[in-house]
């Protein structure tokens, strides 16, 4: 069993057709070499994945929910960013 002392580590599993990592649990773990074993065992028992990745949960910084209107409002005032004034040729097909 985990002791508070034990620290939480956040576990990405990429599938075998993906390309990109995907955050799939949290576990506890002494060590890297641990937490490895421990989310391959947990996360992977249906062969489904063909790379782990693990990152102690301490050394994630992330934003603050109540913040959104400051983190991603801006972009809204920057039309440059939105492709709404090109036109775009019948060739092109879809897009």
Do not use: C
Not at 19 to 27: I, M, Q, T
Not at 44 to 51: A, K, L, M, V
Request: glycine share 6%; hydrophobic share 35%; net charge negative.
């Amino acid at each position: 069993m985990s002791t508070p002392t034990t620290p939480l580590w956040e576990v990405f599993i990429r599938s075998r057709t993906g390309l990109a990592h995907k955050h799939v649990g949290s576990l506890h773990a002494a060590d890297a070499t641990l937490a490895v074993q421990a989310a391959r065992d947990l996360y992977t028992r249906r062969g489904e994945g063909n790379s782990v990745w693990v990152v102690p949960s301490s050394a994630i910084t992330a934003s603050d929910p109540n913040d959104k209107g400051m983190m991603f409002d801006p972009a809204d005032s920057k039309v440059y960013r939105h492709p709404t004034f090109y036109e775009v040729p019948d060739e092109v097909g879809h897009m």
